[in-house]
């Protein structure tokens, strides 16, 4: 687990190898606390290592159907059943539902609130920015984004 490090206000994740950095010089993504504990990606990281076999390993880890947790790596067949899984369960029934949609779903919220694209960018681990914001971020946040807005027309 010496992948995540607390830090103060969040923690601190190391990502060893993607397909960004397919030669692993490893890049390291802060993720603030979240303002409920409903939110709070920080909590729940701590209520699943409560519930994860301790010890040394990978921090996400497989749950059987009988809802025993094992030690063995979830792997992204696993991620993507579980995205579908959850947001079937409040409510969205489209197909198009991946674990891609994290990635979109962050950098979307974000643009709509106002985060500047280099920070959006530097949290999604995009080098190219006409790739964030013509794939990634979604045409219902166009609107927010729109430079338009501050023209007074």
């Known amino acids: 687990m010496g992948d995540i490090a607390r830090a103060e206000g969040g923690l601190l994740v190391t990502v060893r190898r993607s397909k960004g950095d397919p030669h692993g010089a490893g890049q390291t993504i802060a ?14 990281l701590d209520a699943w290592l409560r519930t994860r076999p301790r010890g040394a390993g990978p921090v996400f880890t497989q ?14 067949a696993s991620v993507v059943r579980i995205v579908k899984t959850r947001a079937h369960a ?19 919220a974000a643009a709509m609130a106002g985060v500047p694209l280099d920070r959006i960018a ?11 914001v013509n794939s990634y971020i979604r045409p219902a946040a166009s609107m927010q984004v729109t430079s338009s807005r501050y023209l007074g027309l």
């Open 31 to 44: 993720i603030a606390r979240g303002r409920s504990p409903e939110t709070d990606p920080v909590e729940a």
């Open 63 to 76: 749950v059987r159907t009988n809802g025993a947790v094992s030690s063995h790596p979830i792997n992204a």
């Open 90 to 108: 409040i409510g969205f029934t489209g197909e198009m539902i991946t674990a891609h949609s994290l990635r979109a779903g962050h950098a979307t």
């Open 122 to 132: 530097a949290q999604t681990r995009h080098r190219d920015l006409a790739m964030l």
